[in-house]
C-alpha cells in the first residue's frame, strides 16, 4: 500500500496516473526474480497499464501451470500451495543453475504477488501458477537451454505444463515454421501451444474452433482421452535445437585468464555471476559512464587513493561475453596499471581482458549508485511520459517556472510512492552486494599460488564458417522438405482436378442450349410443359419471322389496318402462350403493302433504335454477357447507334449458360431447380471444381 503522507498530485486538475502501476525497467527485469515485482492490474481485459510498451526483443517469457488448475483454494491455501510447487521445481533444477552462468539473466521462477489477479507479466487471466522473464541479450542459446529447461521440469513433474513465448509471439512455432499445419497461423496461435509430459502439444481447431480460454485448454492438454501432441514434423523440429540440452550447455562457456585490480578479482570470486553485469556495463557504454572508468575511484585507487595490487585469476563467462569484449577496441584509462608489451603477447591479451572488465565493474558499481540515490531508473522516464500523455504538461513551455513547479509536485508524487523504494532497493542491489564483498578482509596473497586451468582456445572466435555452413545446410533441408511436401500436395490436388476435367469433357456447355431450345421449342398447355425425353428425337418448329413481325406491328399500332381481325389470329382453343396464325387470315388482316419487306425493316430498326437508346440510360446493359464487336459494320440506324456507344448485341446462349450454371453451382451439391431441370433434360454436370 502506498504511504498516507502522499504528496499531493502534480496537476489537480488532471487525473494523475498511479506511479506504482508503471512496468519495471528492462535493467530491473535483468535481476533476481524475488526483487522483480510486477504491478497487477484491475481488470483481466486490460492487464497492463501501459498497453503500447513493447516487451523487449530480447527477454523470453515463461509460465508454468499446475495441473488440474487449484482455482477453487482459498487465497491462502492457495499461495501455500504455489509456494511448495516453486520450492520443488527450483530444487530439482539447482544442481543445474549452480554451476551454470547465463549472458544476462539467470533462469528462475516466481510467484506472483497475487495469484488470485490478472497476470501483468503473462498478460493472463487469473489462473494460478509460477512465471519468469530471461533476458538473454545476444546470447540466443540460452533461449534454446531456458526452453530445454522447461520441456526437462514437464518431464519430472507430469503434472505441469508450460508455455514460453517472447516479443515474437509463439518462437516455438517459428522454429518449425516449414512444418506447421496450413491452418496454424499467429492470429489461431494464442492459447493452443504447450510443453506437457516432455513433448510440445498444440491444440486443433477440430477441439476448439475458436480461440480457447486458457482453463479450457489446459484442461484438454491434460486429457489423456484427448491427443492434443503437435505433428511429428513439429515435434522434431523442436527437438533437434534443444538436442542435448541442457548437458551441453557448458559448450557455450568460455573460461579465461585475466589480470585485474584485487578488488575485482575478489568479487568474481564470491559472485561469479556479476561477469554478466560487468560485461554488459562495458558494451553498453556510453559518454557518461566513461568519465566513471577514467577515474577508476573503487576499483584501483582504492579507499586511500592508493592503488591497489593487480592478480592473475580465471573468469568464465558466456561465448558471447568473451566475444563481446575481445572484440571492441578500448584504450586503457591513464594511471590503470598495464603491462608493457616486451613482457609478451599472452601477459598483454590477459591484462587487456581483465582491464576491460575492471572498467565494467567501474561504470557498473557508479552507474547504479547514483541511479539508486535518485530512485529513479526507467521507472521515473515512464512515469513522467504517461503525466504527459494526460496532459499535465500541455502548454508549459519546458524550462520555465510553471513547468518547473509541476515537475517538482510529480516528482515528490513519485518518491512518496512503493515504487520508488522498490526501483532504489533494485537499482543498488548490485552496488550493496560489491560493497559487501569488498568489506570483507582479504588480500592479493590469496590469489597467488593458485594453480589456473589454462584459458579456452577461441578459435571458434575466428573460424565460424564451417558452424555457419552446417547451419545453412540444414536450414536448406528443412527448405527442399517443405518443397517437396508442398509439390507432392500439388500433384495430388492436380491429379484431382484431372479427374474432374476427365469428367468435364463428357460435358458440353453446347447440350445446354440445346436442351433449352428444344424444351422452349415444345408444346405447353394447363397441364404443363412437355421436357423432351431424348431432344435428339425432337422434330424442329419452323418460325415464320415476317409473320411474328407483323404480329407485333398490330400490338404496338402501327398496322391500324388490320386491328379490327387481330382477334382472328387466335386460335382460342389453344393455350394464350401459344400464338400459332392462319395464313387465309393472316392474308385478310395485313394487306400486302403492309407486308412489303423494306417497310417491315425499316421499323423493326426504328423500334431497335429507340429501345436501346432507352435502356442505355440504365444498368441492364451490365446485366448481360454481350456478343464481341466484330470488325465491319453494316450501314443502317441501328449499327451507327453501336458505334456511338450503344449496347451491342447479348449472347443469349452464354447468358443461359452462365445463368444455369450460377444457379447450380449455389445449390452447393443439394437439389434445385438447375439440377432437377437438367436432370429432366438428361444433361449431367460435373461437381463444382471450386468447392473440390
Not at 107 to 133: E, I, K, N
Not at 299 to 309: A, I, Q
Not at 314 to 326: E, I, K, N
Not at 395 to 406: C, F, H, T
Request: net charge negative; charged share 25%; hydrophobic share 35%.
Amino acid at each position: 500500500m502506498e504511504p498516507t503522507n502522499k504528496s499531493p498530485c502534480p496537476d489537480p486538475q488532471t487525473p494523475c496516473p498511479d506511479p506504482n502501476s508503471a512496468p519495471l525497467c528492462d535493467c530491473e527485469s535483468r535481476l533476481p526474480s524475488s526483487t522483480r515485482l510486477v504491478s497487477m492490474a484491475a481488470t483481466a481485459s486490460n492487464p497492463f497499464p501501459f498497453p503500447s510498451r513493447r516487451p523487449p526483443d530480447d527477454t523470453l517469457f515463461y509460465a508454468v501451470y499446475p495441473l488440474p488448475l487449484p482455482t477453487k483454494l482459498p487465497a491462502p491455501a492457495l499461495l501455500a500451495s504455489l509456494q511448495t510447487m516453486h520450492l520443488s521445481l527450483l530444487s530439482h533444477l539447482a544442481p543445474f543453475l549452480s554451476s551454470h552462468l547465463f549472458h544476462r539473466d539467470p533462469f528462475t521462477l516466481s510467484v506472483p504477488a497475487d495469484p488470485a489477479a490478472p497476470c501483468a507479466l503473462c498478460a493472463s487471466p487469473p489462473v494460478p501458477h509460477l512465471h519468469g522473464a530471461l533476458r538473454f541479450g545476444d546470447s540466443l542459446p540460452d533461449e534454446w537451454l531456458a526452453v530445454s529447461l522447461l520441456f526437462a521440469l514437464t518431464r519430472a513433474f507430469p503434472d505441469i505444463a508450460a508455455r514460453a513465448w517472447d516479443s515474437d509471439g509463439e518462437f516455438l512455432l517459428i522454429e518449425a515454421a516449414f512444418a506447421l499445419p496450413r491452418w496454424l497461423d499467429p492470429e489461431s496461435a494464442p492459447n493452443r501451444v504447450f510443453i506437457f509430459r516432455g513433448e510440445l502439444h498444440i491444440l486443433p481447431p477440430s477441439l476448439f474452433p475458436d480461440t480457447p480460454s486458457l482453463e479450457a485448454a489446459l484442461a484438454a492438454v491434460r486429457d489423456d482421452s484427448i491427443d492434443t501432441r503437435a505433428p511429428d514434423a513439429v515435434r522434431a523440429a523442436i527437438q533437434r535445437r534443444i538436442a542435448g540440452l541442457p548437458e551441453r550447455a557448458a559448450e557455450n562457456l568460455h573460461t579465461a585468464r585475466v589480470i585485474v585490480p584485487a578488488p575485482v578479482a575478489k568479487v568474481l570470486k564470491e559472485e561469479p555471476c556479476l561477469i554478466a553485469r560487468a560485461v554488459e556495463g562495458f558494451y553498453d557504454r556510453d559518454i557518461d559512464t566513461m568519465k566513471h572508468a577514467a577515474r577508476m575511484e573503487k576499483f584501483v585507487k582504492g579507499p586511500g587513493g592508493d592503488g591497489v595490487e593487480m592478480v592473475r585469476t580465471s573468469v568464465r563467462m558466456t561465448r558471447a561475453m568473451y566475444a563481446q569484449l575481445v572484440q571492441q577496441n578500448f584504450q586503457a584509462p591513464r594511471g590503470y596499471p598495464m603491462p608493457r608489451r616486451e613482457e609478451g603477447p599472452e601477459k598483454w591479451m590477459e591484462a587487456e581482458l581483465g582491464m576491460k572488465i575492471a572498467c565494467g565493474f567501474e561504470m557498473l558499481y557508479q552507474e547504479r549508485r547514483h541511479q539508486g540515490e535518485e530512485g529513479k531508473g526507467s521507472t521515473w522516464e515512464v512515469y513522467r511520459k504517461s503525466l504527459e500523455a494526460t496532459g499535465c504538461f500541455e502548454g508549459l513551455l519546458p524550462g520555465s517556472k510553471e513547468y518547473n513547479r509541476v515537475m517538482e509536485n510529480a516528482m515528490q508524487y513519485y518518491k512518496s510512492s512503493t515504487l520508488y523504494s522498490r526501483t532504489r532497493e533494485i537499482l543498488s542491489e548490485p552496488v550493496c552486494r560489491i560493497d559487501e564483498i569488498l568489506s570483507m578482509p582479504y588480500s592479493a596473497d590469496e590469489f597467488k599460488g593458485v594453480d589456473l586451468p589454462p584459458s579456452d582456445d577461441d578459435s571458434w572466435l575466428y573460424g565460424g564458417e564451417e558452424e555457419l555452413n552446417a547451419e545453412l545446410r540444414e536450414r536448406e533441408k528443412e527448405l527442399e522438405e517443405y518443397e517437396a511436401a508442398k509439390k507432392h500436395r500439388k500433384s495430388q490436388k492436380q491429379s484431382v482436378s484431372g479427374r474432374s476435367k476427365s469428367q468435364a469433357d463428357q460435358f458440353k456447355l453446347g447440350e445446354i442450349t440445346e436442351s433449352m431450345q428444344d424444351f422452349v421449342r415444345k408444346m405447353s398447355s394447363f397441364e404443363g410443359a412437355e421436357v423432351p425425353a431424348n431432344r435428339r428425337e425432337m422434330e424442329s418448329v419452323d418460325l415464320d419471322v415476317n409473320q411474328f413481325f407483323k404480329a407485333m406491328e398490330s400490338v404496338f399500332g402501327e398496322g391500324s389496318r388490320g386491328q379490327t381481325g387481330s382477334d382472328d389470329g387466335f386460335d382460342r382453343e389453344s393455350s394464350s402462350s401459344d400464338m400459332d396464325f392462319d395464313d387465309s387470315d393472316e392474308e385478310n388482316d395485313f394487306p400486302e403493302e403492309l407486308g412489303d419487306k423494306d417497310m417491315d425493316d425499316s421499323f423493326m430498326e426504328s423500334y431497335s433504335d429507340v429501345l436501346n437508346k432507352e435502356l442505355s440510360s440504365t444498368t441492364l446493359e451490365k446485366s448481360f454477357a454481350r456478343a464481341p464487336r466484330t470488325g465491319t459494320i453494316d450501314e443502317g440506324p441501328s449499327n451507327v447507334a453501336a458505334t456511338d456507344g450503344e449496347m451491342t448485341p447479348v449472347d443469349v446462349d452464354l447468358n443461359l449458360v452462365e445463368s444455369i450454371l450460377n444457379s447450380y453451382s449455389s445449390q452447393q451439391g443439394l437439389p434445385g431447380p438447375a439440377s432437377n431441370l437438367l436432370g429432366l433434360m438428361g444433361v449431367k454436370v460435373p461437381p463444382d471444381g471450386k468447392k473440390s
